[in-house]
């Protein structure tokens, strides 16, 4: 990681402001901008954890702060320690530690033992740009205080990023949810993260989750989820064209000669849209380009040279291939709508559930028209599969949509990805 320091911008600063804040300091507007508060916040920090207060965030700092970015500490069993005690030193709680160690006996603790204490925090930030990076450290901290979680990698990205997936529950019901399909799109991810986290805590804590019974649906059905299908798209709006990514001057022509990728860019890194890459009235996709005046790779709607050309489509189908999902969801943004019809084609039980997703979300239900209507992964699997399958295009406004709308898009959303589980 870079050296942070001030008058610095980015993902990287916004993510540090957001943990500063996290943990109870005051680093000023949650910007990405490394101002002069930020700076304060930082050397209090430092102050507090033995550090030299030069406010730069520098390899002990963040090495220091880096504890509290994965939400929790490795902790060694020490004389007269129980879990009580040690739950009150990190702000947590006994319930918490249990979960993250299964196993483990409370009443006898050896010295020496090695345990996990998450922290009494979140992990999954939604007040800031949710780059790859943040999601697969966020894995790392979820995965390492809800180890009943199964996380893995379903492919690769064109510049070799993981496609993660997360798996809750262990029920013989099958689903599978993905988000951004669509570069701009990355509040979905946010928003899957989110659920995940939530879904785990009401697991470990016994709780309900709006109001539902999460260890029931856990024995019931198996949630399989990828948050980030297009995570070299993300990174490109997000973190901006960096001069060693190996398409640098062709993504500057694809983009009209623009270095400004921040608004307008869909597709994956090599200009195709995945959500045009399936195959799914493929040809259809491909004719309509002439339309819109598409020639080649570009910002959206270029379908590829021939149906899952591009590694990231090509890995969801395969990871559909290998399931036996009932039901899936495609996350995009925005108009508050949902899909659920491809062609002609209603899958058995596809109006009833569009119905009650509507019901639940508030969302309107369309028929897509032109090219939305094919070659997208909801397209393909109703067409492959003839199961219920839906694109639901969260919150309202101009792509990328601002952070600020996550706490509506989750509220709208929650029960409608509970009830996906079990419908
Ligand atoms: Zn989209």
Redesign the pocket.
């Known amino acids: 990681m870079r050296v942070l320091r001030l008058g610095l911008r980015g993902s990287d600063v916004m993510e540090i402001q957001a943990l500063l804040r996290k943990i109870g300091y005051n680093p000023g507007t949650i910007d990405g901008v490394f101002g002069s508060q930020t700076e304060q916040a930082v050397k209090q920090f430092q102050r507090n954890n033995g550090l030299t207060p030069d406010g730069v965030v520098g390899a002990n700092t963040y090495n220091a702060l880096r504890k509290f970015l994965l939400g929790y500490n490795a902790y060694t069993i020490k004389p007269g320690d129980n879990l009580y005690t040690i739950s009150r030193r990190y702000n947590t709680t006994v319930n918490r530690i249990i979960a993250a160690n299964p196993g483990i006996v409370p009443t006898n603790l050896r010295v020496g033992q090695r345990i996990i204490v998450p922290y009494g925090i979140d992990v999954v930030d939604t007040n800031i740009d949710y780059t790859y990076e943040i999601m697969e450290r966020d894995i790392v901290g979820l995965k390492a205080r809800y180890p009943f979680i199964e996380t893995g990698i379903a492919g690769k990205s064109v510049l070799g990023k993981n496609l993660y997936y997360i798996k809750l529950g262990n029920g013989p019901n099958q689903v599978f949810y993905n988000g951004a399909?669509?570069g701009l799109?990355w509040i979905t991810s946010v928003l899957l993260m989110k659920f995940v986290e939530n879904f785990s805590k009401a697991y470990a804590d016994r709780t309900t989750l709006a109001g539902n019974d999460v260890r029931n649906i856990w024995s019931q059905s198996s949630i399989y989820i990828i948050p980030m299908v297009n995570p070299d798209g993300v990174n490109l709006i997000l973190d901006g064209l960096k001069r060693d990514n190996p398409y640098y001057s062709r993504l500057i022509e694809w983009n009209n000669g623009s270095t400004d990728f921040s608004r307008v860019w869909?597709a994956n890194i090599r200009g195709v849209d995945l959500?045009h890459n399936y195959d799914a009235s493929w040809n259809l996709s491909k004719q309509a380009e002439a339309r819109y005046g598409i020639t080649g790779p570009g910002p959206t709607r270029f379908s590829g040279p021939y149906p899952e050309s591009e590694p990231e489509s090509k890995a969801v189908a395969d990871f559909t291939r290998s399931h036996n999902f009932r039901l899936v969801l495609a996350y995009?943004s925005q108009g508050e709508v949902i899909y659920w019809t491809y062609l002609n084609i209603i899958p058995p039980g596809a109006q009833r559930i569009a119905q009650l997703f509507a019901d639940v979300s508030g969302y309107t239900l369309s028929e897509p028209a032109g090219t939305a209507s094919y070659a997208g992964y909801k397209d393909w699997f109703i067409d492959k599969y003839r199961r219920p399958g839906f694109t639901i295009e969260v919150g309202r406004g101009i792509n990328p949509l601002p952070i600020s709308q996550f706490n509506e898009i989750y509220n709208d959303n929650i029960e409608l990805l509970l009830l996906a589980a079990i419908v």
């Open positions: 399909h669509h799109e869909q959500n995009h």
